[in-house]
């Protein structure tokens, strides 16, 4: 019976120690997991309202040119050159294609080349299966 008593006690002292063992683990994971994203949130965070701050000036600068007018790339270096309007010129319209016109003739060409290839490959397909089966034919009536 002592020794019953004996192992009990020594299981429940194994128990225990087992579940601090666990408690340990868990409270390391805890910690670490802190530690690694605790600094990296934090460094993000940063970033993320410094980039958020930058967007908002951007922005507000970009309302104030809109305000001033259209700037043109070329205005910073310091050239300026005035662009006429399509109003100013009368033969603009009769002189342009549109721009479901712009290689019209080329998708054409590509389409008819296309066809030709296909149309060569399949004689050339055609021409090897009629030359198999002369060979078949002629297999049969020499044999």
Same mark, same amino acid.
């Given at each position: 019976m002592?020794?019953?008593?004996? #192992?009990?006690?020594?299981?429940g002292?194994? $128990?225990?120690?087992?579940?601090?063992?666990?408690?340990?683990?868990?409270?390391?994971?805890?910690n @670490? &997991?802190?530690? =690694?994203?605790?600094?990296?949130?934090? +460094?993000?965070?940063?970033? #993320?309202?410094?980039?958020?701050?930058?967007?908002? @000036? #951007?922005?507000?600068?970009? /309302?104030?040119?809109? &305000?001033?007018?259209? *700037?043109?790339p @070329?205005?910073? +270096?310091? $050239?300026?050159?005035?662009?006429?309007?399509? =109003?100013?010129? /009368?033969?603009? &319209?009769?002189?342009?294609? =549109?721009? &479901? /016109?712009?290689?019209?003739?080329? +998708?054409? +060409?590509?389409r008819?080349?296309?066809?030709?290839? *296909?149309?060569?490959?399949?004689?050339?397909?055609?021409?090897?299966?009629?030359?198999?089966?002369?060979?078949?034919?002629?297999?049969?009536?020499?044999?």
């Open positions: 002592a020794e019953l008593q004996e #192992l009990i006690a020594h299981l002292d194994s $128990v225990q120690k087992l579940f601090g063992v666990f408690g340990i683990a868990g409270q390391r994971l805890v @670490n &997991t802190k530690a =690694s994203f605790g600094g990296r949130l934090a +460094r993000i965070m940063r970033g #993320l309202g410094a980039a958020l701050g930058i967007f908002k @000036n #951007l922005g507000k600068g970009i /309302e104030e040119s809109d &305000t001033q007018g259209k *700037i043109s @070329n205005e910073p +270096r310091g $050239v300026r050159e005035e662009i006429p309007d399509a =109003s100013d010129d /009368e033969d603009a &319209t009769t002189g342009q294609a =549109s721009a &479901t /016109e712009w290689g019209k003739k080329a +998708r054409k +060409r590509q008819t080349m296309l066809k030709k290839m *296909i149309d060569a490959e399949e004689k050339r397909l055609q021409d090897l299966q009629d030359d198999e089966e002369d060979k078949d034919i002629e297999q049969y009536l020499v044999g």
